[in-house]
Every structure is written in structure tokens, then in C-alpha cells.
């Protein structure tokens, strides 16, 4: 028989990792990180959080073992301590979604699109690349393309598309994606691209999801789009 001493610290020690992740600033900041590694600052300004509110957020995600952290100069850089975190924080959101029906009225009011705006499923989007027939665009900012990306995507963050439609072929599908799910990036690309007389959609899952289905994703920068 199990000893209740030893079984109790053992899931006193699981429920560090739920204590953990009980601020919703925390989840954000985990989402974040499962685009790629980034800088304290550069965490803070996407989540909209102070420069310490985020340290300590950080420090109490490094305590619990979800993140890991590395110094390089003056900064201080962030990455998820396993890819399995990546999982559990995707678990964590289905599970809300499918449970609790504030997260799915929620869901609704923020990403519910119309038929026009119908999502492409990962495996699909693999079909239309091996067939050449669609343009990927990655919408993210710029950090989180280099970070890893889908292979031969063109990197056109959300807020400077309308500067840059003239280097997409207007006479190729565009499917558009963001960070997962609950990113509303590219529903914004696809409404963008549409109101500009371009055939688009939306990939329904982010570079994590794409990842854990053992999909190859490609890292670094390349230059220019593809017509």
C-alpha cells in the first residue's frame, strides 16, 4: 500500500503546477512562449504587462517548472521548459471549452466568423502545399516567424498588411495563420485580404499545434514573397 505521507506530497507537488498556472496573466505569458523564446521586455509588451509584473510572473512559471530561462547580456530570455507544455496549456483551454459554457460564449462573442471565414484544417493546408495552390501567411509579428514557421510560409504581420498586399498574387488563395485557436490575428488577416477582393482563409491551429502533429516547421527569416 502506498504510504498517504509520501501520496499526499506527491500531489502537493502536482498542485504547484496548478497554483502556477492560476493567473490568467500567466496562461497569456505561456501562449506567448509556445510561439517561440523571447526576452522579458519583449513579454511584457505583447502582453501588455509591466516590465516586474512579468518577472514575477515568470518566476513563479520557472518555479513550478514550466519555463526556462537563459541570460544573453543584458537581457533575459523566456522559453517553455518542454514542448509538453505546450500541450498542457492547449489540454487546459480544450477542456475549458468543452466544460464550462462561459468559455464557449466567450469564444463565440471573440472569434465566431461567418461561413466565408471557415477555418482550413492543418491536414488540409498540407495537401494544398504539396499541391502548390495556396499562399501560407504567417501573420505573427516577426519574432515569432524566426522563432519557427510553416516551411515556405511568407512572413506579413497582421498590422502592416494593408501596406504590403501588392507583394501577394492576387490570383493565388491566401490561408492565413496566427498563434492557435484563440489568436484573433488571422480571422483579422483573412477579413482584410477578403475586403480586398483576395480569395482567403484561415489555418484553424497555430505553429504549436502544427509541431506537436509532427509537421516539419522551418526556423530563421527569409526575405520577400512569393508570387
Known sequence: MINRTVKRELFDQFAQVGKA????????????LAQGEKTVELLAHQAGLSVTNTSNHLKALRMAGLVAARREGQFVH????????????????SIAQQQLASVREIAKRYLDEP???QP??????VELIRADEVIVLDVRPGDEYASGHIPGAISIP???????????????EVVAY????????APRAVEILQAHGFRARRLSEGVPDWRALGLEVEVGTRAGASS
Not at 523566456?78 to 483551454?93: D, G, I, N, T
Not at 497582421?158 to 493565388?172: P, Q
Not at 496566427?178 to 490575428?185: A, E, I
Request: hydrophobic fraction near 45%; charge should be negative; aromatic fraction near 6%.
Open 78 to 93: 523566456y522559453a517553455l521548459a518542454h514542448p509538453s507544455v505546450a500541450e498542457f496549456l492547449r489540454a487546459l483551454q
Open 21 to 32: 498556472v492560476s493567473s490568467p496573466a500567466r496562461l497569456e505569458l505561456l501562449d506567448l
Open 158 to 172: 497582421v498590422d502592416e498588411l494593408v501596406g504590403r498586399l501588392a507583394e501577394l498574387d492576387r490570383e493565388r
Open 115 to 117: 461561413e466565408s471565414l
Open 178 to 185: 496566427c498563434r492557435g485557436p484563440y489568436c484573433v490575428f
Open 120 to 125: 482550413v484544417s492543418a491536414r488540409e493546408l
